[in-house]
């Protein structure tokens, strides 16, 4: 079972839609639930880190974990063409172990 | 500007030959990362490296090695043993133990 689950997509919407992205993981140890934008050719970038269960905003951009299910969430509001990209989730493991989930594409449609 | 510098972008390397991937950071992090990406399977953690003269196995070492003799630099060599090179490498390091930061990856084709 890999550490991280994550739907592969592609996910194709239209502009302004609500972007709903998901992952699930297998270890109730693992502390802090991240999520990273990649565009093609490029390296991640950090969107959004949290350590608890519930929300965090920022922006366009809301995560979301369930520790109980073990699950994580990236909504995205009012989504922009700029946000075409590929979206990783990632779990942090004994503070100094990452697990990538294996990234979901999305395309937004003008 | 402070960041994560892979060098070359792109490389080829023919079969039977050992190839170093350079990651340079000027963030004054302690811990740095090599990870290989292929289509469909995520990253995938190949070494890792808490301080200096440091490094640990990741889940994909076989093939690969590293050294680190500086804080600034976590180099990645891809020897002959590894059977199918071709992916995208990514060399990240971390600020306290949350945030990784990435540099822009190094393509590596055999030819």
């Known amino acids: 079972q890999k550490e991280v689950e994550q739907d592969p997509g592609p996910l194709s919407v239209p502009e302004g839609a609500i972007v709903s992205l998901n992952c699930t993981y297998s270890?109730?140890?693992?502390?802090?639930f991240m999520w990273y934008r990649q565009y093609s050719r490029k390296g991640p970038e950090l969107l959004m880190y949290t350590y608890s269960s519930g929300n965090k905003e920022d922006g366009r951009f809301t995560a979301q974990v369930d520790k109980s299910s073990k699950y994580i969430s990236l909504f995205i509001r009012d989504s922009q063409p700029s946000d075409s990209a590929t979206y990783l989730c990632a779990v942090l493991y004994n503070f100094n172990k990452f697990y990538f989930g294996s990234g979901t594409k999305l395309n937004v449609k003008p | 500007d402070g960041g994560i510098t892979q060098s070359p972008k792109y490389l080829f390397r023919k079969e039977g030959q050992n190839v170093t991937l350079s990651c340079e950071q000027n963030?004054?992090?302690?811990?740095m990362y090599w990870y290989r990406q292929d289509p469909g399977q995520g990253l995938r953690l190949i070494y890792y490296?808490?301080?200096?003269?440091?490094?640990q196995k990741g889940d994909i070492a076989e093939g690969y090695s590293v050294s680190r003799e500086k804080k600034e630099s976590f180099p990645l060599t891809v020897t002959s043993a590894q059977k199918n090179p071709t992916a995208f490498y990514l060399c990240?390091?971390?600020?306290?133990?949350?945030?990784?930061?990435f540099g822009q990856g190094t393509r590596l084709t055999v030819v």
């Open positions: 270890n109730s140890a693992f502390q802090y």
């Open positions: 963030l004054n992090h302690d811990a």
């Open positions: 490296s808490q301080i200096v003269n440091d490094f």
């Open positions: 990240a390091s971390t600020r306290g133990s949350t945030e990784a930061f």
